[in-house]
């Protein structure tokens, strides 16, 4: 399995305060990702990296942000929780130097985060 | 963006039967498409993937089509076991950063 390690599992916060989440990857990939996974929803892209310092809108971007100072960390926040962030948090990573320019995300264990 | 449709929502066979999933994309730019199967409380594991340059792909019981007019592909399973039981998720994904496009999911259902 790919080295990847979120933080922490489970978080429960209330509606205002700012929440981050973290990633951690031992495999040197470039590509860095953070998903969001609803019933009938599959997973859904919140935000994304390329490199340190490079990162993008996914999706569903409105009321996080992102931060990758290092190629091994890719940080989630939510600037002020609310309910509707309740969710089961998913960050991935993917392989640039593949010999193709696609290759599979693979997950880590995921942070089941409530809102109250 | 790109859109992708998956169905059904739920899938349920007896033991020893097969399982058909489809999906259907919308972007002409996706060229390839992993499918990833989730155990209640698990993360997503990729169980097979094809791209835009091939029809199909066989891994032992399971395989995965692809057609690129029509713009769908199909997960198929065969001789359905109880470990088979799972969501699975189709996705599809450009040049364009890697970015990943889910379906909804499926979750399939075998029955002893």
């Known amino acids: 399995d790919a080295g990847i390690t979120q933080s922490p599992r489970h978080k429960v916060t209330e509606t205002g305060t700012p929440v981050t989440l973290r990633c951690h990857q031992t495999e040197n990939h470039r590509y860095m990702y953070w998903y969001r996974q609803d019933p009938g929803h599959g997973l859904r892209l919140i935000h994304y990296s390329y490199g340190v310092k490079d990162t993008d809108k996914g999706e569903v971007s409105d009321g996080y942000s992102v931060s990758r100072s290092k190629t091994e960390d890719f940080l989630l926040t939510l600037e002020s929780a609310t309910s509707s962030q309740t969710s089961v948090y998913f960050c991935a990573i993917s392989d640039d130097r593949a010999p193709f320019n696609n290759s599979p995300l693979h997950f880590g264990n995921g942070t089941r985060l409530t809102v109250t | 963006g790109e859109n992708v449709e998956q169905h059904p929502s739920t899938l349920s066979v007896q033991e020893g039967d097969s399982a058909v999933i489809k999906c259907t994309y919308s972007d002409s730019a996706s060229n390839y498409f992993p499918w990833y199967k989730q155990e209640l409380g698990k993360r997503p594991q990729l169980i097979i993937d094809?791209?835009?340059?091939?029809g199909e792909k066989k891994d032992q019981r399971i395989a995965v089509t692809l057609n690129k007019t029509a713009k769908h592909f199909s997960l198929h399973i065969t001789e359905t076991q109880p470990e088979d039981s799972a969501v699975y998720f189709c996705a599809a994904s450009s040049d364009n950063f890697n970015k990943f496009y889910f379906g909804s999911g499926t979750k399939l259902n075998v029955k002893p």
């Open positions: 094809i791209r835009s340059n091939v």
